[in-house]
């Protein structure tokens, strides 16, 4: 334990919640603004999940590394999914599930 680096482990927690509270307020203004802005919004966190999983790695314990991209963004992008599920129809969430793995296949090509 003498060697956990808390401080990574704060700022992981941190952006958790700060992901979480975005994914909350964009999906209580879907029935002001629409959907687009929350397909929008996903597609932009996808990019940036994929960005990231891809170049930023941080050591929490001797053996122990994890990327921000792949532990905050990939958990945020379920809860937002379960969330988008348990409000909203399965058919919306099937196309919301379509709309992020295309996505995701575009810009995993654009960065290659």
Request: aromatic residues 14%; charged residues 10%.
């Amino acid at each position: 334990m003498e060697n956990t680096d808390f401080l990574q482990i704060a700022i992981l927690t941190g952006e958790s919640i700060l992901i979480s509270l975005i994914f909350c307020l964009v999906f209580r203004l879907r029935q002001l603004l629409g959907k687009g802005i929350l397909y929008a919004v996903f597609g932009m966190v996808e990019y940036i999940q994929i960005f990231l999983s891809s170049t930023i790695y941080y050591e929490i314990m001797p053996g122990f590394i994890v990327s921000p991209g792949s532990v905050v963004l990939f958990t945020g992008i379920m809860y937002a999914i379960l969330l988008f599920y348990i409000k909203e129809d399965v058919a919306e969430t099937k196309k919301l599930i379509y709309t992020l793995f295309i996505s995701n296949s575009i810009m995993t090509l654009l960065l290659l």
